[in-house]
């Protein structure tokens, strides 16, 4: 069996339908204060955490659009789209796949970073591989080929590890938010105003006048699509034993010593 369609730069995979200028532009993004980037590995709840920023900053939009009509996919569009998307922003929102050493820095920018047990994110990585056949050309692609590849890191933006590792080690600088997809899932209230609370500005405060109405507008939009997109405990339909065992192996061995060692025990 062939594998998903890809494009690379120095090892660095991405869908086959990005276009590498793109990714390397994206990158040299010059950020600046109050811009907001969302970040996580595909698949754990960007679009998700989208949805609640953008409703939170531009609070008289209602009903919040779907992201990709307003967020810039950084390494998607490249530089250009992205600054002239957000030409009118005071407070510039970006959504990035990419690695925290690639991703635009600055001191007063904030950054949320999602994270999501790695056995779904799997699962939901191989859906989604299947079903963009415009991107991957993978839509005959079997669960076990693609639990190597994901294992070994060969798969779009990279090991999962790679990425989880060294944004979990961020989480206690004053500009990085790390939230996990299970407590936006089960929390989605709460999680909405620790965002609004990390952004600044009196956004907690400002959800919280009126009886709630800007909340509730946020979480309607939330329930929308919280079906499709949240699925906890949705590995366990095709991990083997011995494919869970492999997994739990690698998470160990990454995590040791970073402080992430023991999330989601009760999840794999």
Same mark, same amino acid.
Request: with cysteine; proline share 6%; hydrophobic share 35%.
């Given at each position: 069996?062939?594998?998903?369609?890809?494009?690379?730069?120095?090892?660095?995979?991405?869908?086959?339908?990005?276009?590498?200028?793109?990714?390397?532009?994206?990158?040299?993004?010059?950020?600046?204060?109050?811009?907001?980037?969302?970040?996580?590995?595909?698949?754990?709840?960007?679009?998700?955490?989208?949805?609640?920023?953008?409703?939170?900053?531009?609070?008289?939009?209602?009903?919040?659009?779907?992201?990709?009509?307003?967020?810039?996919?950084? $390494?998607? /569009?490249?530089?250009?789209?992205? #600054?002239?998307?957000?030409?009118? +922003?005071?407070?510039? =929102? !970006?959504?990035?796949?990419?690695?925290?050493?690639?991703?635009?820095?600055?001191?007063?920018?904030?950054?949320?970073?999602?994270?999501?047990?790695?056995?779904?994110?799997?699962?939901?990585?191989?859906?989604?591989?299947? $079903?963009? /056949?415009?991107?991957?050309?993978? #839509?005959?692609?079997?669960?076990? +080929?693609?639990?190597? =590849? !994901?294992?070994?890191?060969?798969?779009?933006?990279?090991?999962?590890?790679?990425?989880?590792?060294?944004?979990?080690?961020?989480?206690?600088?004053?500009?990085?938010?790390?939230?996990?997809?299970?407590?936006?899932?089960? $929390?989605?209230?709460?999680?909405?105003?620790?965002?609004?609370?990390?952004?600044? +500005?009196?956004?907690?405060?400002?959800?919280?006048?009126?009886?709630?109405?800007?909340?509730?507008?946020?979480?309607?939009?939330?329930?929308?699509?919280?079906?499709?997109?949240?699925?906890?405990?949705?590995?366990?339909?095709?991990?083997?034993?011995?494919?869970?065992?492999?997994?739990?192996?690698?998470?160990?061995?990454?995590?040791?010593?970073?402080?992430?060692?023991?999330?989601?025990?009760?999840?794999?």
């Amino acid at each position: 069996m062939l594998p998903p369609s890809f494009n690379a730069h120095d090892g660095f995979l991405v869908p086959g339908s990005y276009d590498i200028a793109n990714l390397l532009s994206g990158r040299s993004l010059k950020a600046r204060p109050h811009d907001v980037f969302v970040c996580s590995y595909p698949d754990c709840g960007n679009d998700y955490v989208l949805r609640i920023v953008y409703g939170i900053l531009h609070n008289d939009v209602a009903p919040i659009p779907p992201p990709e009509t307003v967020v810039p996919h950084l $390494e998607r /569009v490249g530089k250009e789209v992205a #600054e002239r998307m957000t030409a009118k +922003d005071h407070a510039r =929102l !970006f959504k990035t796949h990419l690695p925290s050493k690639w991703t635009p820095a600055h001191d007063a920018a904030k950054y949320i970073c999602v994270g999501r047990n790695p056995k779904d994110t799997s699962v939901a990585h191989y859906y989604r591989t299947r $079903e963009y /056949v415009e991107g991957y050309h993978y #839509e005959n692609g079997q669960w076990d +080929d693609y639990f190597e =590849l !994901f294992l070994a890191g060969q798969v779009d933006f990279g090991d999962y590890f790679d990425f989880f590792v060294p944004w979990f080690q961020r989480k206690d600088e004053d500009n990085v938010l790390f939230l996990t997809y299970e407590y936006l899932a089960d $929390e989605t209230r709460d999680a909405i105003l620790r965002i609004a609370r990390f952004l600044g +500005d009196d956004y907690e405060d400002r959800l919280l006048e009126h009886r709630e109405e800007r909340l509730h507008v946020i979480v309607d939009a939330l329930e929308n699509v919280k079906a499709p997109l949240i699925q906890l405990g949705d590995w366990k339909t095709l991990y083997s034993a011995d494919q869970s065992e492999r997994m739990l192996d690698k998470f160990h061995e990454k995590t040791k010593g970073t402080g992430a060692q023991h999330m989601w025990a009760d999840l794999m």
